[in-house]
């Protein structure tokens, strides 16, 4: 049975580095705690390993299979056995397929109230009646979450994280934006944007020739 200690070794074999910190912290945190209601992760600190985090948090329940050969291995037997529950969609799934036995992670939820609205009458419906069997559950995840008064955010980084030697440059990054006004035709607009987007890159090529 997979544990936490096997977690650098998973993400070793998947990824070919270590988990950063708030990944391990997470896995550790939902395998003991169970998962948190909303997780503020910044962009460009790893948010797509969440994914990873719920294969490997199944593949460790006392039910997975343990005789294959690595902890990769062991979570994709975890996969298969609930591919249902592990999937990422960009179109709005139907309330019939999402009503049980499901762990949802909304990311950008700030930008889908119009989906995260429906998970919530979801919610509630599973409270009526008699209680239901198989579990269910919706993450919220952002890099600007708004506090709405509804969902308490209690997972984020930390200072391991903003010190750590790969994140911690991503997050004090300078991300500099400038707004460039594109010829337009109402007719055809994208052979305008494409031109436009061109030249700014040969122009930002041009300034910094590291950029490649």
Do not use: Y
Not at 49 to 60: K, M, Q
Not at 186 to 206: F, G, N, S, T
């Amino acid at each position: 049975m997979l544990s936490s200690g096997d977690v650098p070794a998973f993400f070793a074999e998947v990824h070919g580095v270590e988990p950063l910190p708030w990944q391990r912290r997470l896995l550790e945190r939902v395998v003991t705690d169970g998962w948190p209601a909303r997780l503020d992760l910044p962009t460009a600190s790893g948010k797509s390993a969440v994914v990873d985090v719920a294969v490997f948090a199944l593949a460790s329940r006392p039910r997975s299979p343990s005789a294959c050969g690595g902890s990769a291995a062991r979570c994709r037997c975890g996969w298969r056995r609930c591919v249902g529950a592990c999937t990422s969609t960009t179109a709005g799934p139907t309330p019939g397929l999402v009503a049980n036995d499901a762990l949802i992670v909304l990311d950008e939820v700030h930008l889908a109230s119009a989906f995260a609205r429906p998970l919530g009458a979801i919610a509630r419906s599973r409270t009526w009646g008699e209680g239901p069997s198989s579990p269910w559950r919706v993450i919220e995840m952002s890099a600007t979450p708004i506090d709405d008064g509804t969902t308490v955010s209690d997972f984020g980084l930390t200072d391991a994280d903003r010190e750590h030697p790969v994140l911690g440059p991503r997050l004090r990054a300078s991300k500099p934006a400038r707004l460039v006004q594109v010829e337009d035709d109402a007719d055809d607009p994208q052979p305008h944007l494409a031109r436009a987007l061109a030249e700014q890159a040969l122009d930002l090529r041009a300034r910094d020739p590291e950029l490649g």
